[in-house]
């Protein structure tokens, strides 16, 4: 059974800013009208439900705008909350706040419950517009009024012909839809037929008060109205979300790799066409045709035939259509099957005893004072990632190397896993140092490949071995295969990847 990490969307950057608007009455915190209020009487300042002053976080900071304490179920509520979701999880310390440009006029809250069923409820007082919009929208696509419908083409059909009058569209929306009827509301028809030409009621003082949009009251029947067409948005954003990413995801996340590299390739393959072929194509006769063959499905008649189209012929289609592209993806996309492989190295250090050694210049001498080649007279070290040269940073400030003793404790780099069994000798010694650019050392062709410290007169030389020698190490890795949402950690002194040489 395959395992996949899971994620979700959520906004783990700042919080959403809050716009405080100057003279507004039920505005954010920090309005003028509730700074008033709090001059007035000091009891209707509001308490901190958590000590989110002292520690640094905001996460249950009261708002301002409240005109009362917060009760004790809110306080045990909070206290609660505080413990299953800490502060530093939602918000960012006040450190980083401080550093952000700030402005009067705007500020980030922390998530308070008070603060969120507060902007709740005026939220649901004031969102009425949209499903108002919506309403005429669902009626406009379904045909409920044929004459709007047509109108509404006709219109849309003009801008696609006549795409430069779109600059118009929204200055046209704000006279008809504001100015008329905000004029009509105060020049209202007489309630009996006029004697006169229509028009003339339009004529003279106006008659009528100006429409103030106000928000719903709460617990009247409008705020219920408006709860009800929120819960049934909610639903349909989750279903629609739901349907999107049950049909998008099998096809773009990878879980079969050869449908998703296939996929890849046909979407890259038609962005390079279109790119191509974009200033050749007939764009205000394609969105024309598009507009009214969306609007047309929108038609009760037509759809109940498109339906059966689609279970008639559509769908046979994309079922063979499907086999088809499952055929030659299965016929040509070829995956990787091995493993991605790289090789690491270990570096084996020893340490002289007794600190450097003359070398003898001549053979003889070489034969009669050997005893600095004896394995007794180097003591084993670490094993460790850096070959610990002359000039290593770590050296040069006086550090220790750093390593583990045990060769058993080395442990490959995080994500990867062994290839093979054994770490094996690396034999070309001068090879690795050279390739290095390092100078000053001694470098073994024959033996056991150690390379020794030497000191160095200028250029030259000197026939002084220094106390530490090194040999260099390799072994084989391979990417690990991700058994769940992370990976473990690993132990043991990490290692460098080197190039592949595979």
């Known amino acids: 059974m395959e395992e996949y990490s899971v994620d979700t969307f959520a906004n783990r950057d700042e919080p959403i800013p809050v716009f405080n608007i100057p003279g507004s009455d039920d505005g954010p915190p920090g309005s003028?009208?509730?700074?008033?209020?709090?001059?007035?009487?000091?009891?209707?300042?509001?308490?901190?439900?958590?000590?989110?002053?002292?520690?640094?976080?905001?996460?249950?900071?009261?708002?301002?705008?409240?005109?009362?304490?917060?009760?004790?179920?809110?306080?045990?509520?909070?206290?609660?909350?505080?413990?299953?979701?800490?502060?530093?999880?939602?918000?960012?310390?006040?450190?980083?706040?401080?550093?952000?440009?700030?402005?009067?006029?705007?500020?980030?809250?922390?998530?308070?419950?008070p603060l969120m069923t507060s902007n709740f409820r005026r939220f649901n007082a004031r969102i009425g517009i949209?499903?108002?919009?919506?309403?005429?929208?669902?009626?406009?696509?379904?045909?409920?009024?044929?004459?709007?419908?047509?109108?509404?083409?006709?219109?849309?059909?003009?801008?696609?012909?006549?795409?430069?009058?779109?600059?118009?569209?929204?200055?046209?929306?704000f006279l008809f839809f504001v100015f008329i009827p905000a004029y009509l509301a105060r020049h209202p028809p007489p309630p009996s037929p006029s004697l006169t030409s229509p028009h003339l009621a339009l004529l003279g003082p106006p008659t009528a008060p100006p429409r103030v949009i106000k928000p719903a009251t709460e617990m009247s029947r409008d705020f219920f109205r408006n709860m009800r067409d929120l819960q049934n948005c909610m639903d349909d954003f989750s279903r629609a979300h739901d349907l999107v990413f049950e049909t998008v995801t099998p096809w773009t996340n990878f879980s079969n790799e050869p449908r998703s590299s296939a996929v890849f390739i046909l979407l890259s393959v038609w962005a390079c066409l279109l790119y191509l072929a974009a200033p050749l194509l007939p764009l205000r006769h394609i969105f024309f045709v598009g507009g009214w063959a969306v609007m047309c499905l929108g038609h009760p008649a037509i759809q109940l035939q498109a339906e059966k189209s689609y279970h008639k012929h559509i769908r046979p289609a994309g079922h063979r259509a499907l086999d088809t592209l499952d055929r030659w993806i299965s016929s040509d996309i070829v995956m990787d099957t091995e493993p991605e492989v790289?090789?690491?190295?270990?570096?084996?250090?020893?340490?002289?005893?007794?600190?450097?050694?003359?070398?003898?210049?001549?053979?003889?001498?070489?034969?009669?004072?050997?005893?600095?080649?004896?394995?007794?007279?180097?003591?084993?070290?670490?094993?460790?990632p850096s070959a610990w040269e002359k000039l290593a940073p770590a050296r040069v400030a006086g550090e220790n190397a750093k390593g583990t003793r045990f060769f058993e404790d080395v442990r490959p780099p995080k994500g990867w896993e062994w290839a093979n069994k054994k770490w094996l000798l690396d034999l070309a010694s001068s090879e690795w140092v050279e390739g290095r650019m390092i100078g000053g050392y001694e470098v073994e062709i024959d033996g056991e490949r150690w390379v020794y410290d030497v000191e160095t007169d200028g250029d030259e030389i000197a026939n002084n071995r220094e106390e530490w020698r090194r040999r260099r190490w390799v072994r084989k890795v391979q990417r690990e295969k991700a058994k769940g949402e992370s990976v473990g950690k690993v132990k043991g002194t990490p290692i460098e990847k080197k190039k592949n040489k595979t």
Do not use: M
């Open 130 to 173: 949209v499903f108002v919009l919506q309403a005429h929208l669902i009626r406009l696509f379904t045909w409920q009024r044929p004459t709007h419908t047509l109108s509404f083409l006709a219109t849309y059909s003009f801008l696609c012909l006549h795409p430069h009058l779109l600059i118009v569209l929204p200055l046209a929306l």
């Open 342 to 384: 790289h090789e690491v190295e270990i570096f084996e250090l020893q340490r002289r005893r007794g600190g450097s050694l003359t070398l003898p210049d001549s053979p003889a001498q070489n034969s009669q004072h050997s005893a600095w080649e004896q394995p007794e007279e180097w003591e084993p070290w670490l094993f460790s």
């Open 32 to 113: 003028s009208s509730d700074e008033e209020n709090n001059r007035q009487s000091e009891h209707l300042k509001p308490t901190a439900l958590v000590a989110g002053e002292h520690d640094g976080s905001n996460l249950e900071r009261a708002p301002k705008s409240h005109k009362r304490n917060p009760s004790l179920q809110d306080r045990l509520f909070a206290k609660l909350l505080q413990q299953v979701i800490p502060p530093e999880d939602i918000d960012p310390p006040v450190e980083e706040q401080h550093g952000r440009q700030s402005s009067k006029y705007l500020q980030r809250p922390g998530f308070s419950l």
